[in-house]
């Protein structure tokens, strides 16, 4: 919105709002980087970092929900005010979540480090985090410049991740079979794989808050999936 | 030819509107109203549902306050006015020659920003108009009217013990019920309401507000006020003005969550006064 708002503190407040945004979504990135990269290099301490870490996304999200509730009650935002704030509060659990499933990788490698490593597929993981990445990235520029074009695409690269992850499912179905005591650890990279596929659900969804928020409509169409790894089964043999 | 054109589009608006069994009450088209030289609106089109809250919004001097008193012909005594284009009740053109403007009022009653209660006993305030217009055969009749009136305005309960006592006596909120009660008495369709809670506290705004959501079952209601909450929260359909322009048209809920022109969105989040 070009004009500014008669009372001032009312521009204020709103963009407030967008920059801890802004601040949390570049931690919940930056969590999402340095949890799979410390799974990749087995670093515990990095791990240990991450899981610290997300204690300041969740402090960044009470906040928010205060702030959205201060700015609900005492400025009764309409139009596009009232979707800024809305927005920012649905966009703000998004990103809490990301950190948790961030948070959960850590956890998870802090167990994975103390067993063999399996096959290759940490870097597979890597790969579709990587991808992910660069979705946060995208989705929160458009947050920013109230880009509906970046936004709809962000939500359209889920596909991709969607693909990796059942084309990940089926290499640790594979080492599973091949050697039973790739079991426990396979299985904990099946959740890893699952947590970097559920970020990018996250992200599709800040991704449709972004389209609601600069049109007033969510996206009409529905968007492609691909994630069969509910169906996947490996035959023995 | 463009008159025509506007007819047309208006057609089709009612066919459109009809299929939702909702017809117009009250259909504006081309107004033009000036006040001397200068022109208060400008080709207003407006199309005003049946059994609704409509609310006129905009900021100071846009011309929603003219367009209202358009309705009921309340400009036809101010020196100067002139009004071009047409506007219909039921249909009806009202500024058609020979219609006779005491009943045209009757049909569409008003409601003002100041409660005006006369000074008169309370129910000769509600008894007034209906004596006017010879609408009770008898006294029995009359305290009918009375009654009911102060019944569908949610007075009847406070004032019942003292329907003798001066209607100047009562409270803000009170007699603005009055004034309610007394424009109902005359069995009007339209009643138009001129920022009528700007002088109440909100315990009585309430009350009216609350008033105005029953009334609409019966009668239809054109709202102008300043206070955009209450637009938002008694109206299902907004008009919003500027500059003596119609900017934007629609449902209430649209246009204070997604408006589509730039001068509504600043002005419902408080961009422009």
């Known amino acids: 919105m070009e004009h500014e708002h008669i009372v001032t503190s009312f521009d204020e407040d709103l963009s407030r709002l967008d920059s801890i945004i802004a601040q949390m979504g570049g931690l919940a990135e930056r969590q999402l980087a340095d949890a799979v990269d410390a799974l990749n290099r087995r670093d515990v301490t990095l791990a240990q970092k991450v899981i610290e870490t997300d204690k300041q996304i969740d402090l960044l999200e009470e906040e928010i929900d205060n702030f959205t509730i201060r700015v609900l009650a005492l400025r009764q935002p309409m139009a596009d005010d009232l979707r800024a704030v809305v927005v920012a509060l649905k966009i703000a659990a998004n990103l809490e979540r990301i950190g948790d499933y961030a948070k959960n990788v850590a956890k998870r490698t802090l167990t994975l480090s103390t067993m063999e490593p399996v096959g290759n597929a940490t870097a597979s993981i890597q790969r579709m985090a990587r991808q992910v990445q ?102 023995e043999g | ?143 009918e009217i009375v009654l009911t009136s102060l019944e569908k305005a949610g007075l009847l309960d406070e004032v019942r013990d003292r329907l003798e006592a001066p209607g100047t006596g009562l409270s803000g909120g009170q007699q603005q019920r009055l004034c309610i009660a007394r424009a109902i008495a005359v069995e009007p369709e339209v009643i138009l309401m001129d920022e009528p809670c700007s002088a109440l506290d909100p315990i009585a705004t309430a009350k009216i507000e609350e008033l105005i959501d029953e009334l609409k079952q019966n009668y239809t209601i054109i709202m102008v006020t300043h206070s955009m909450q209450q637009a938002a929260r008694v109206s299902q359909k907004t008009a919003f003005f500027h500059l003596g322009e119609l900017v934007e048209q629609g449902d209430t809920t649209d246009i204070f969550t997604k408006p589509v022109d730039e001068r509504t969105q600043a002005y419902v989040t408080g961009r422009i006064g």
């Open chain 1, 134 to 235: 660069s979705m946060i990235k995208n989705v929160l520029d458009a947050y920013g410049a109230h880009d509906i074009a970046k936004a709809d695409d962000v939500r359209m690269r889920d596909e991709e991740v969607d693909l990796m992850h059942t084309s990940l499912f089926r290499e640790l179905l594979t080492y599973m079979l091949e050697d039973p005591r790739n079991i426990t650890a396979c299985t904990h990279l099946l959740f890893v794989a699952k947590n970097v596929e559920r970020i990018g659900d996250h992200v599709t969804s800040i991704a449709e808050n972004v389209h609601f928020l600069v049109s007033g409509e969510m996206p009409a169409d529905e968007r492609p999936k691909n994630d069969l790894s509910s169906e996947t089964v490996i035959e």
């Open chain 2, 1 to 143: 030819m463009e008159l025509a054109i506007h007819t047309e589009v208006s057609d089709k608006a009612r066919v459109d509107m009809q299929g939702l069994s909702l017809p117009h009450k009250v259909t504006a088209q081309g107004v033009n109203v000036y006040y001397g030289d200068k022109q208060a609106l400008k080709n207003v089109n407006l199309d005003i549902p049946s059994n609704m809250v409509t609310a006129l919004i905009g900021p100071s001097g846009c011309g929603k306050s003219t367009f209202l008193r358009c309705l009921n012909r309340m400009n036809d005594v101010v020196d100067g006015c002139r009004i071009e284009g047409s506007i219909t009740l039921d249909g009806e053109d009202v500024y058609a020659r020979g219609v006779d403007v005491v009943h045209l009022r009757a049909r569409v009653g008003m409601v003002f920003q100041k409660p005006n209660p006369f000074p008169k006993s309370i129910y000769d305030n509600v008894a007034y108009g209906p004596r006017i217009h010879g609408l009770a055969k008898n006294r029995t009749e009359m305290d």
